[in-house]
């Protein structure tokens, strides 16, 4: 076995060896990370002009603003009017958090997870928590735990998409219309970028520096009538930091929910956050941002159909996001390579790559197999994906032969 400690280097000339020249082409935007990911096409910082820097995010003008990004993202997504959307602080794991925290605890709960922050919410609903009824349904990176055993009539918690593993839930089929209990889904590398059947869907979380290229720190979270009613039938028996309160004196707390946040956001953040839905709006909205990442999955996996190296980690096509594409080293190309030597190429391919200035940011998940990720979602032009695949392969070659 090849040691962790081995330095992956090639020796003697590409065409001697049979490997692929280096290219030439390169990826006129190289910003391929999972988060905060590549800016809507065209954005520069004379973008944010508008932004009102210097004013209270009280005052009526950023309210306003607030407000707006609330809408535009409502009309873009199609989320029902009934449903109540709010901006709150701390990113998809701020508004995440506030969810389970609030929300748990009146019946059993359903845990899905098959990649890190499924795993992440598994330790704070099971550990931190603690609640008496929880099952754990776990699957390995690149597949899915048994859908059809989980009982929508408990609370079920899942992501939409697992950003560390590249797998989704194909579907919503398996969620009942009639269920008893709620569906907390942590939607954030999924929004904008996949469809969602909202109905199915009781609590859904984002943030903004995923799929429109947003800023960190942000968080969205949208509540239907049925988790509404929940909190305030059944408030939680947890004491909760102010961060976390969705109500306020046994009523909702609807400021959150019209642009008077819980706490101080940057305007600058705001008027990014706009830019990004403006710019959605004016190629088409959903549907083609949608097609839009479809398209930069069909891309990579054309590749990886005749890739003697690199395959996907997701195992069924049908479960492949389209937007944390991850892939793994095909397992006869690695052969004599132990697993700290795979990761060692893994995080050698990424950092050959950045200084070649042609790809940043698209090393595996620390936690996730030693593999690549690269961001699919809808800011990412298609071009840049075409253009950055030879190099994967020139990389990869360039440090496994001689």
Same mark, same amino acid.
């Given at each position: 076995?090849?040691?962790? /400690?081995? @330095?992956?280097?090639?020796?003697?000339?590409?065409?001697?060896?049979?490997?692929? +020249?280096?290219?030439?082409?390169?990826?006129?935007?190289?910003?391929?990370?999972?988060?905060?990911?590549?800016?809507?096409?065209?954005?520069?910082?004379?973008s944010?002009?508008? *932004?009102?820097?210097?004013?209270?995010? /009280?005052?009526?003008?950023?309210?306003?603003?607030?407000?707006?990004?609330?809408?535009?993202?409502?009309?873009?997504?199609?989320?029902?009017?009934?449903?109540?959307?709010?901006?709150?602080?701390?990113?998809d794991?701020?508004?995440?958090?506030?969810?389970? $925290?609030?929300?748990?605890?009146?019946?059993?709960?359903?845990?899905?997870?098959?990649?890190?922050?499924?795993?992440?919410?598994?330790?704070?609903? !099971?550990?931190?928590?603690? +609640?008496?009824?929880?099952?754990?349904? %776990?699957?390995d990176?690149? =597949?899915?735990?048994?859908?059809?055993?989980?009982?929508?009539?408990?609370?079920?918690?899942?992501?939409?998409?697992?950003?560390?593993?590249?797998?989704?839930?194909?579907? &919503?089929? $398996?969620?009942?219309?009639?269920r008893?209990?709620?569906?907390?889904?942590?939607? &954030?590398? *999924?929004?904008?970028?996949?469809?969602?059947?909202w109905?199915?869907?009781?609590?859904?979380?984002?943030?903004w520096?995923?799929?429109?290229?947003?800023?960190?720190?942000?968080?969205?979270?949208?509540?239907?009538?049925?988790?509404?009613? /929940?909190?305030?039938?059944?408030?939680s028996?947890?004491?909760?930091?102010?961060?976390?309160?969705?109500?306020?004196?046994g009523?909702?707390?609807?400021?959150?929910?019209?642009?008077?946040?819980?706490?101080?956001?940057?305007?600058?953040?705001? @008027?990014?956050?706009?830019?990004? +839905? /403006?710019?959605?709006?004016?190629?088409?909205?959903?549907p083609?941002?949608?097609?839009?990442?479809?398209?930069? +999955?069909? =891309?990579? #996996?054309?590749?990886?159909?005749?890739?003697?190296?690199? !395959?996907?980690?997701?195992?069924?096509?049908?479960?492949?996001?389209s937007?944390?594409?991850?892939?793994?080293?095909?397992?006869?190309?690695?052969? !004599?390579?132990?697993? *700290?030597?795979?990761?060692?190429? *893994?995080?050698?391919? =990424? &950092?050959?790559?950045?200084?070649e200035?042609?790809?940043?940011?698209i090393? #595996?998940?620390?936690?996730?197999?030693?593999?690549?990720?690269? $961001?699919?979602?809808?800011?990412?032009e298609?071009?840049d994906?075409?253009?950055?695949?030879?190099?994967?392969? $020139? #990389?990869?070659? %360039?440090?496994?032969?001689?």
């Amino acid at each position: 076995m090849r040691s962790a /400690r081995r @330095e992956f280097t090639r020796h003697g000339h590409p065409e001697e060896a049979g490997n692929p +020249l280096k290219p030439s082409r390169r990826p006129l935007r190289p910003e391929f990370s999972s988060g905060p990911c590549a800016k809507r096409p065209g954005w520069s910082l004379g973008s944010l002009d508008e *932004a009102l820097v210097g004013r209270s995010h /009280r005052s009526g003008g950023a309210v306003t603003r607030l407000a707006e990004v609330i809408d535009r993202s409502r009309n873009l997504l199609g989320i029902p009017d009934e449903y109540h959307l709010g901006v709150v602080p701390g990113g998809d794991t701020g508004a995440f958090e506030s969810a389970l $925290w609030s929300l748990l605890g009146s019946r059993g709960t359903d845990l899905l997870a098959w990649d890190s922050f499924g795993k992440g919410w598994i330790t704070d609903v !099971d550990q931190h928590l603690a +609640l008496p009824d929880t099952r754990i349904f %776990e699957a390995d990176y690149g =597949t899915l735990p048994d859908l059809a055993a989980v009982d929508c009539d408990r609370d079920v918690v899942f992501t939409f998409n697992g950003t560390t593993a590249g797998v989704r839930v194909p579907d &919503t089929a $398996w969620i009942a219309s009639d269920r008893a209990g709620l569906t907390l889904c942590d939607a &954030t590398s *999924a929004v904008f970028a996949m469809e969602m059947d909202w109905r199915k869907l009781d609590v859904v979380t984002w943030s903004w520096q995923k799929s429109l290229g947003g800023e960190g720190a942000h968080g969205m979270l949208a509540l239907s009538p049925r988790a509404v009613e /929940r909190l305030l039938s059944d408030p939680s028996p947890h004491p909760l930091p102010k961060l976390f309160r969705l109500t306020a004196k046994g009523h909702l707390a609807k400021g959150i929910f019209r642009g008077e946040t819980i706490n101080t956001p940057s305007m600058l953040c705001v @008027e990014d956050a706009l830019d990004g +839905l /403006r710019w959605a709006e004016s190629i088409g909205g959903l549907p083609e941002l949608v097609e839009r990442s479809k398209r930069n +999955l069909e =891309t990579v #996996a054309e590749w990886v159909s005749s890739s003697s190296w690199a !395959d996907f980690l997701a195992r069924d096509p049908r479960t492949r996001s389209s937007t944390s594409i991850c892939l793994a080293f095909r397992a006869e190309a690695v052969a !004599d390579f132990d697993q *700290a030597s795979r990761q060692t190429l *893994a995080k050698q391919i =990424t &950092t050959r790559l950045a200084d070649e200035g042609v790809a940043y940011d698209i090393g #595996a998940y620390r936690d996730a197999p030693a593999g690549l990720r690269l $961001w699919g979602g809808p800011t990412v032009e298609n071009s840049d994906l075409v253009a950055v695949l030879p190099w994967l392969d $020139w #990389a990869f070659s %360039e440090l496994t032969s001689g």
